[in-house]
């Protein structure tokens, strides 16, 4: 019998997808969870805290640049203001970019997010204050990333845009000196 392959595109980063989702549903999953298998506060917000933070470091550090081509961090400068700093692939290869691995990475970037709200909503239905600390924690992480990638994103465009509008500026200028050396 002849297998027949699925139509459409693949991951093509298959073991980084895996690890871009992994660390956010193991910080959901044990801090919803955790209240069956331990009964003390510490070690939720300890291990929570410490997956959310493997969480942000693998999506800002790894993830974040073979998924999608973007890295951002932010510096302080001499004056002692924060400076964001943002880094993407060229035109190019931000084109070949795999659009399923795009998908999931921005997809559970935001979906993660909206997860610790309802979490962090519950906790304050609940009147559970220490663990709004654990869900605030971990939102902050959540959201740094968020703000970073979509600030990244906006200005990835924008140097595409400069560079667009540079090379259509320069060979309208080489055609119209040529037009004219003609003359």
Same mark, same amino acid.
């Given at each position: 019998?002849?297998r #027949?392959?699925?139509t459409g595109?693949?991951?093509?980063?298959?073991?980084?997808? @895996?690890?871009?989702?992994?660390?956010?549903?193991?910080? !959901?999953?044990?801090? =919803?969870?955790?209240?069956?298998?331990?009964?003390s506060?510490?070690i939720?917000?300890?291990?929570?805290? !410490?997956l959310?933070a493997?969480?942000?470091w #693998?999506?800002?550090n790894?993830? *974040?640049r073979?998924?999608? *081509?973007?890295?951002?961090?932010?510096? /302080?400068?001499?004056? *002692?203001?924060?400076v &964001?700093? @943002?880094?993407?692939?060229d035109?190019?290869?931000?084109?070949?970019m795999?659009?399923?691995d795009? &998908?999931l990475?921005?997809?559970?970037?935001?979906?993660?997010?909206v997860?610790? =709200? $309802?979490l962090? /909503?519950? %906790?304050? =239905?609940? @009147?559970?204050a220490d663990y709004? +600390?654990?869900v605030?924690?971990c939102?902050s +992480?959540? =959201?740094?990333?968020?703000? *970073?990638?979509?600030?990244?994103?906006?200005?990835?465009?924008?140097?595409?845009?400069? $560079?667009a %509008?540079?090379?259509?500026?320069?060979?309208?200028? %080489?055609t119209?000196?040529?037009a004219f050396?003609?003359?």
């Amino acid at each position: 019998m002849e297998r #027949v392959q699925p139509t459409g595109e693949n991951y093509a980063n298959p073991r980084t997808c @895996f690890f871009h989702v992994l660390f956010k549903a193991a910080a !959901l999953a044990f801090y =919803i969870l955790s209240a069956l298998f331990f009964n003390s506060f510490v070690i939720i917000f300890v291990v929570t805290v !410490l997956l959310a933070a493997l969480d942000f470091w #693998v999506v800002k550090n790894v993830s *974040g640049r073979i998924l999608v *081509g973007l890295r951002w961090w932010n510096e /302080i400068n001499e004056q *002692g203001e924060s400076v &964001w700093k @943002f880094e993407c692939l060229d035109q190019e290869s931000l084109a070949r970019m795999n659009k399923k691995d795009s &998908w999931l990475f921005w997809w559970t970037l935001y979906l993660t997010a909206v997860a610790w =709200i $309802f979490l962090g /909503i519950f %906790s304050l =239905i609940r @009147f559970q204050a220490d663990y709004l +600390l654990v869900v605030g924690v971990c939102l902050s +992480l959540s =959201i740094a990333n968020i703000v *970073g990638f979509t600030k990244c994103r906006k200005d990835a465009k924008k140097q595409i845009q400069q $560079f667009a %509008s540079q090379t259509i500026a320069s060979r309208f200028s %080489s055609t119209l000196q040529s037009a004219f050396s003609v003359v």
